[in-house]
């Protein structure tokens, strides 16, 4: 008989040894037991109840050694060689799982999987027909501007919309806002959506419909997130529509869902921002839409720096950033205070005849204006002149290297460079764990002037948002100067330990 043999044979007896000590154990106290019910005195109940537990502790005690056999065949029949004789090779690669630290195995698990997480299609710099810088703008701005398909497209998701939510919120009414192209996909296109659909309806009817004590009437934005929860739950479950993602820390609720091409509406899947009684996009879509009817060069400007700052990552507000309706306003600013021989492109925001009525009773001017103060025909002239490529590389340049960030503000109600205004609080940014402060950007919102649009910003977004302005302004000054250069999609770099993720390694 061989070492081998001998081994198996001695295994095959220890079970069957187990096995019997097993079952006379059993045997003999389920025996102990029976005489003990014989001999003490008890009654019926009790003699009942005694031999019941007996039965039962004698029935747990099988099924585990019946559970217990199958495990013990199958290590027994997975010794192949003595433990001696076992090369490297032959180690189960799930031992050296077990000897790591819990927490390391999930670390490492995670990542591969992030690793293993590639786009489908992934999104590289645009490329265009034209030569030159001027030919590519060009061709980009016909990119951009929105189609009236796809505001057709909009208004006809704000009807489905409205239709899906009449059992819920009857009374809701659906406002659809475009603000670019639909039909061509690009960079952080789910992070940062060019549709934003507004939900309005009455705080006394969403206590209603949502049975709210009448206490939460005053919170707004309690109100808004309840109608967000329960208008995002009915679009999903009855219409289709697949959740990404659910703003609630700014000053606005909202929720990112994406209209899937089942519906019929679009062609492919569209990203869009939901929000309840926001007022932001109807206010942004006013600007773009008065900014156009004065000069369309102002409005392809800003569709210009929107797309720039969705491509190279500086426009996501939950990480900080500068949001495309910020991002409006400091090209509007820009053209207010523009140093030019004609003076500003653009007028203040009071002059604006179709925001006017929007900046509430205390802005609008209280009398006409005045020839003077009206934009000059020179000034306009000026503005269909200047090309769209040297508007660009102005504004990269005004905001990299011109404009004072700890001094100045963004205040397109005035019109003109200067301090913040006193009713708008400064912006401090903190540096965690150096105990350095500094000013942070100041902009005004024009429509609720004690507010810092630019309060949220912290220590990495305001550094990475001065870099890619300078990056702008470096390369738009070149001769052979690129505009898919420019919109080369920016990709971060993976973070190979938490400590690279932090803001102050991001720098």
């Not at 029976?34 to 031999?51: E, N, R, Y």
Request: glycine fraction near 6%; charged fraction near 20%; include cysteine.
């Amino acid at each position: 008989m061989n070492l081998l043999e001998a081994f198996s044979l001695s295994k095959l007896f220890r079970g069957h040894d187990q096995k019997a000590t097993m079952t006379l154990n059993n045997g003999l106290i389920l025996m102990t037991l029976t005489a003990l019910c014989i001999i003490v005195p008890l009654d019926l109940t009790q003699l009942v109840f005694t031999i019941l537990g007996a039965f039962c502790y004698y029935v747990v005690q099988t099924l585990q050694s019946s559970q217990q056999r199958p495990k013990s065949s199958k290590m027994k029949g997975a010794v192949n060689l003595p433990v001696s004789r076992r090369s490297t090779e032959q180690k189960d690669p799930r031992d050296a799982r077990r000897s790591q630290p819990k927490r390391q195995v999930q670390k490492s698990v995670s990542l591969a999987e992030i690793h293993a997480q590639t786009p489908v299609m992934p999104i590289v710099a645009p490329t265009f027909v034209g030569v030159g810088l001027e030919a590519e703008v060009k061709e980009l701005v016909q990119q951009l501007l929105p189609k009236p398909q796809c505001q057709r497209g909009v208004d006809k998701l704000a009807e489905t919309i409205k239709h899906l939510l009449n059992s819920t919120l009857p009374e809701v009414e659906v406002l659809g806002f475009a603000s670019s192209d639909l039909s061509r996909g690009r960079a952080n296109g789910v992070a940062v959506p060019d549709v934003d659909i507004v939900l309005n309806i009455s705080p006394n009817s969403l206590c209603a419909k949502l049975s709210q004590p009448a206490k939460a009437r005053a919170d707004q934005r309690t109100l808004q997130k309840w109608a967000l929860r329960a208008s995002a739950d009915k679009l999903v479950s009855a219409g289709g529509f697949k959740f990404r993602r659910s703003g609630f820390r700014g000053p606005e609720p909202k929720m990112t869902l994406l209209v899937p091409a089942t519906c019929g509406i679009f062609n492919e899947a569209v990203p869009i921002d939901i929000s309840v009684n926001a007022v932001t996009p109807l206010h942004s879509a006013a600007l773009l839409s008065e900014c156009g009817n004065m000069n369309p060069t102002s409005k392809e400007l800003i569709l210009l720096v929107r797309r720039w700052a969705k491509d190279r990552g500086v426009c996501h507000s939950p990480k900080g950033h500068f949001s495309p309706y910020i991002w409006s306003l400091l090209t509007i600013f820009y053209l207010q205070v523009a140093d030019l021989p004609e003076g500003g492109l653009l007028p203040a925001l009071e002059q604006f005849e179709a925001i006017s009525n929007l900046l509430g009773p205390k802005k609008r001017p209280s009398q006409a204006l005045s020839t003077a103060d009206k934009p000059t025909a020179c000034a306009e002239a000026a503005m269909s002149k200047k090309s769209m490529a040297d508007l660009l590389h102005g504004f990269m340049r005004f905001y990299a290297y011109e404009f004072a960030w700890r001094s100045e503000a963004v205040c397109v109600r005035r019109g003109h460079r200067g301090p913040a205004p006193l009713a708008m609080p400064i912006h401090i940014i903190e540096h965690e764990g150096k105990g350095v402060t500094e000013p942070g950007p100041s902009v005004e919102d024009p429509f609720a002037p004690s507010n810092n649009l630019a309060d949220s910003m912290n220590v990495w977004s305001f550094q990475r948002m001065k870099d890619e302005l300078r990056r702008a302004a470096e390369i738009l000054a070149e001769d052979s100067a690129s505009l898919s250069k420019l919109l080369e999609p920016w990709c971060p770099e993976f973070p190979e330990t938490p400590e690279a993720a932090s803001p102050e390694r991001a720098q």
